[in-house]
């Protein structure tokens, strides 16, 4: 896989020649309709974006008839209609496809092996902070490798584009490493993929008998533990 140059451009064409594919369908019942897709960003919620569209749509027979508007809808990412991929491991690791995740070749030992989401799934524990509450939702939480509202991780948008900053609301999802030490690096994928300074730091080992991730301070701190 290549990183996307203009993720704007590129989501915007596959989804203009999609709706150009469902308004032919319409022809053969007598009614044109032309959908121009103006424009697509990323929201506010990084679980959807945002789709811009103007539809023209008259009929064959009577173009006097003709309907015109404009709108805005918000896309969802993880409705379960069909599957988004994260391709950023791809980008920024040495990984592998196994089954529904990627598996990494790191030279660091304690991340050789490490395992993390193929498909992005929004975690169902919304008050992150009740991660730390118990193993048994930790370690689904790790286990689906569900996906996490994150203002330091990146947006779909910049995902495709390989950027190492993001500057709208992004996600966060945990790798999972394979080796248990006192601390390695936190095992939030912003900060395992960041090769900035200030960006890559260490966190220490939490445990959950059935797994086990690294965690800083603050990221801890954000879901639940001390
Ligand atoms: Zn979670
Ligand atoms: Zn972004």
Do not use: W
């Amino acid at each position: 896989r290549q990183a996307v140059g203009n993720s704007t451009k590129t989501l915007k064409e596959m989804i203009q020649s999609g709706v150009d594919n469902l308004c032919d369908d319409y022809y053969d019942r007598g009614i044109l309709i032309n959908c121009t897709i103006v424009n697509v960003y990323p929201s506010d919620d990084p679980f959807s974006f945002e789709v811009y569209y103007r539809i023209n749509s008259t009929f064959i027979n009577d173009s006097t008839r003709n309907i015109q508007s404009e709108n805005k809808i918000s896309v969802s990412l993880v409705d379960g209609k069909y599957p988004v991929y994260d391709v950023y491991p791809s980008f920024m690791g040495n990984v592998n496809v196994v089954n529904d995740s990627y598996r990494y070749h790191d030279a660091d030992a304690v991340y050789d092996n490490a395992t993390s989401g193929l498909i992005i799934k929004k975690c169902p524990y919304e008050q992150y902070t009740k991660h730390a509450h118990s193993n048994i939702t930790m370690t689904d939480c790790l286990n689906n490798h569900y996906y996490h509202f994150s203002h330091d991780g990146l947006c779909v948008f910049c995902r495709l584009e390989n950027r190492s900053t993001c500057a709208h609301n992004g996600l966060e999802t945990f790798i999972i490493p394979s080796v248990r030490v006192n601390e390695s690096t936190s095992s939030v994928d912003h900060v395992y993929f960041n090769t900035s300074l200030g960006g890559h730091y260490n966190g220490s080992l939490r445990d959950f008998n059935d797994s086990f991730i690294y965690l800083d301070d603050a990221h801890g701190g954000k879901y639940g533990f001390n």
